[in-house]
């Protein structure tokens, strides 16, 4: 059964700095999501990863996806305030029934 | 183009008591999937209606239930309400059946039903 695993859980990071959340997941995906959630939100889509290699870019976040390594990270640069949230992974097994990862809530300080 | 709406927004239950969510997906969607999130076991696929027909369906008990309209409209029931219930649950809607064929990749997501079982 596939699962997903995000790290790290929780990450406090300065304005202006860059890092990286990362998801592995441990059998075959045919795609790969993010998602951000303000809290008592719903799911915002950010990007769909659809094949090895890709790479997508949006204002400061960017995510890419290795098939081989089974793994797809979300890089953020020069943070900003408003991208506090909680990110989610999610990996689609052939089964088609979106595995979510258990989340990485960012927190984003002058 | 309106984005997908639930209803009730909040809703507070008695343990045994049965609930019905709603969910009206984006115009011109079929598909409408629904998820759990709680803090414990976090976003849980629960099941996914396409064309009025249970397509696919997560590992939860058959006290939930679901069922799709032929406008796309769903509905989701939970009977006999337990305190592990308390969640909020999300409906999502896409074009087509499912996410991994090559006619709809992406799903949309509601604002969600907060229900509280005390």
């Known amino acids: 059964e596939l699962k997903v695993e995000q790290n790290p859980l929780f990450l406090s990071m300065q304005e202006g700095k860059n890092y990286t959340i990362y998801c592995n997941y441990s059998t075959t995906s045919d795609r790969l999501y993010w998602y951000r959630q303000d809290p008592g939100k719903s799911l915002e889509s950010l990007f769909v990863?659809?094949?090895?290699?890709a790479v997508k870019q949006e204002g400061r976040l960017m995510a890419s996806l290795d098939t081989k390594a089974r793994l797809s990270t979300l890089h953020i640069t020069a943070a900003v305030h408003d991208l506090s949230a909680t990110y989610f992974c999610a990996a689609l097994p052939p089964t088609d029934k979106l595995i979510f990862g258990t989340g990485t809530r960012l927190q984003v300080f002058p | 183009k309106a984005g997908v709406t639930q209803t009730p927004r909040y809703l507070i239950k008695t343990r045994g008591q049965q609930v019905t969510l709603s969910c009206s997906p984006i115009?011109?969607?079929?598909?409408v999937s629904w998820y759990q999130q709680t803090p414990g076991q976090g976003l849980q696929f629960l099941f996914e209606y396409f064309s009025e027909t249970q397509r696919n369906k997560g590992n939860f008990p058959g006290r939930f239930s679901g069922r799709q309209f032929s406008n796309s409209r769903s509905e989701m029931n939970v009977s006999t309400l337990e305190l592990g219930d308390s969640a909020l649950y999300l409906c999502?809607?896409?074009?087509?059946?499912?996410?991994?064929?090559?006619?709809?990749?992406?799903?949309?997501f509601g604002p969600g039903t907060r229900l509280t079982v005390t």
């Open positions: 115009s011109g969607h079929r598909s």
């Open positions: 999502a809607s896409s074009l087509g059946p499912g996410l991994a064929g090559g006619l709809a990749y992406e799903q949309y």
């Open positions: 990863l659809l094949s090895n290699g």
